[in-house]
């Protein structure tokens, strides 16, 4: 069987859901991993290496299914100016009001830990903390990570979309030379610009290696698009070569804290990535694969989820450390199982009650303030 058996394309895709609760559960599993390896418990003897050190792989999950989802969602939207600022208006209301609720929780607790809007070791004192947080909640890059750390991975994403609206603007035609020459400035800016400064943030995210991740994902879902079908035994062979490389790049990284380095990481696991979005994409549109309901729901609550996890870990580290349960319970391994179970049901809980409640009706909010809009996008 090959894709070409649809009558129609479906606008959104089980097993990319699937692949955003992934990414989702495995930087929850990298965090969690950090937070105990700094010592939750008094007395701890440790936290072994694992699988779950590489967790922060998951943002090159998101990073290539972004890519792929804006121009899956956009195929039929004629290019405009209109069509293309509907569809930035889409992408800023879908990532801003969760990330001002949670960076907001904390604000707040910075102001109550620290008497001032950031962590001591992001800002050189408060007459600098107000504009570190403005920029913060404007995801504007700037040397440090913002308020919540993680938003780092919201910055890239929002250069994504202005650079993708600019390109809306093209006929269709010229999709893939405008993304190809897109990827093409991006390596050469890299390879002769030389170390770029920390301070320089804005041209650090315009040259970043992480472009080709948004980029890769962007050129699969085109390919889906217009070439000929790809067969269901064909597909099950690319997501194994992206599950096969995904491993092999997990084992032997182990060690390798690439977490900070954008070209390496990019190339150990940007094309396992880009492999597996298009090998389950290829099943999927083939009916080579069922998808768990669960796993689908966990895609829902991706965003809600990646936002909020480290929020919840935070709050468990600090009622551990305020009821006196770290000195209490030990380090044993028994506390860290009872820990690391407690934190993901938490934060899954958290994820689907801010999915269910916030997220959802504020994305049905503004897009009935938008309803003469052109563009029809999910996720």
């Known amino acids: 069987m090959s894709i070409e058996t649809s009558p129609q394309l479906p606008r959104r895709l089980d097993n990319i859901q699937a692949l955003r609760g992934v990414a989702a559960l495995s930087v929850l599993f990298y965090h969690l991993a950090l937070f105990i390896r700094d010592g939750i418990f008094t007395g701890q003897s440790g936290f072994p ?13 998101f990073f290539v299914v972004s890519g792929f989802i804006m121009v899956w969602t956009t195929r039929d939207i004629a290019p405009s100016i209109r069509s293309s600022a509907d569809f930035l208006w889409r992408r800023v209301t879908r990532i801003y009001p969760l990330w001002w609720i ?25 007459g600098e903390a107000w504009a570190y947080a403005l920029k913060s909640f404007a995801l504007f890059p700037q040397e440090n990570p913002p308020l919540l750390g993680l938003g780092w991975t919201l910055i890239h994403e929002m250069w ?4 993708f609206t600019v390109i809306l603007v093209l006929p269709k035609k ?26 320089q943030a804005v041209r650090k995210l315009i040259t970043s290696p992480l472009n080709l991740e948004f980029i890769g994902g962007a050129i699969v879902a085109w390919m889906l698009l217009n070439r000929p079908p790809v067969s269901q035994h064909m597909g099950r062979a690319i997501f194994l070569v992206g599950l096969a490389w995904l491993t092999l790049a997990m084992v032997f990284n182990i060690r390798f804290a690439a977490e900070d380095h954008h070209l390496i990481r990019t190339v150990i696991y940007g094309p396992a990535m880009i492999f597996l979005v298009w090998g389950s994409t290829v099943l999927a549109l083939s009916g080579g694969v069922s998808v768990p309901k669960w796993l689908i729901q966990l895609g829902d609550w991706s965003y809600a989820l990646y936002l909020i996890h480290y929020i919840v870990l935070i709050a468990m580290k600090r009622g551990l450390e305020e009821l006196g349960l770290s000195n209490m319970l030990g380090g044993g391994g028994l506390a860290i199982i009872i820990f690391s179970l407690a934190a993901i049901a938490f934060s899954l809980i958290a994820s689907g009650v801010l999915h269910t409640l ?5 994305i049905r909010w503004f897009r009935r303030r938008k309803s003469r809009s052109p563009v029809q996008m999910s996720g």
Not at 160 to 163: E, S
Not at 182 to 195: D, E, K, L, R, V
Not at 358 to 362: A, G, K, S
């Open 160 to 163: 994504f979309y202005l650079v």
């Open 102 to 126: 949670c960076a907001g929780i904390m604000l707040v607790y910075f102001m109550l830990a620290y008497n001032m809007p950031a962590a001591p070791d992001r800002v050189s004192g408060p």
């Open 174 to 199: 010229y999709l893939i030379p405008a993304l190809l020459l897109w990827a093409f400035a991006t390596m050469i800016h890299y390879a002769f610009s030389g170390a770029i400064e920390a301070e």
């Open 358 to 362: 916030v997220e959802r009706p504020l």
């Open 49 to 61: 290496a694992g699988p779950w050190d590489q967790g922060w792989a998951g943002v090159d999950l």
